[in-house]
């Protein structure tokens, strides 16, 4: 009887509690709401002219959501973690996924590499794009 008396009172405090939303703030003062959103991956170009591009975007996602909650779909794998962002600057924290074995021509550790090196968010007709640390690349997301 304690413990759902515990969930109702933890479940109660949760749906009062304001949920901070992410929204990216560009540098002119517009902001756009980008959490709630599964963004799936369309390319990583990097300034050395290469590029990573998934065969099936759907296959490697990110969702922001409150409260700085991370979701991600890693090709055959799935995970979570954190993110803050602020303004336009954001970094993304994978701290847990699944563990099954992909295929040999999957993306999922390039993509997992590129979303830890993310730093910068911004929008352009209605993409996401993710700028890389050391100005190394760039990610695009769509809806």
């Given at each position: 009887m304690r413990l759902r008396a515990y969930l109702f009172t933890l479940l109660l405090?949760?749906?009062?509690?304001?949920?901070?939303?992410?929204?990216?703030?560009?540098?002119?003062g517009k902001t756009t709401d980008?959490?709630?959103?599964?963004?799936k991956w369309?390319?990583?170009?990097?300034?050395?002219?290469t590029k990573g591009e998934?065969?099936?975007?759907?296959?490697?996602?990110?969702?922001l959501m409150p409260e700085g909650h991370l979701s991600v779909?890693?090709?055959?794998?799935?995970?979570?973690?954190?993110?803050?962002?602020?303004?336009?600057?954001?970094?993304?924290?994978?701290t847990h996924t699944t563990m099954a074995a992909c295929p040999p021509e999957?993306?999922?550790?390039?993509f997992m590499k590129?979303?830890?090196?993310?730093r910068i968010a911004f929008m352009r007709d209605g993409k996401l794009y993710l700028d890389l640390m050391y100005d190394s690349g760039t990610m695009k997301f769509a809806r």
């Open positions: 405090t949760a749906s009062v509690l304001p949920l901070q939303a992410a929204t990216l703030t560009s540098g002119d980008i959490g709630g959103v599964t963004w369309q390319r990583t170009l990097y300034n050395n002219d998934p065969t099936d975007p759907s296959r490697y996602t990110i969702l779909h890693l090709d055959c794998n799935a995970g979570g973690g954190r993110y803050t962002l602020e303004g336009s600057s954001l970094t993304l924290d994978v999957s993306l999922a550790q390039q590129d979303l830890a090196a993310a």
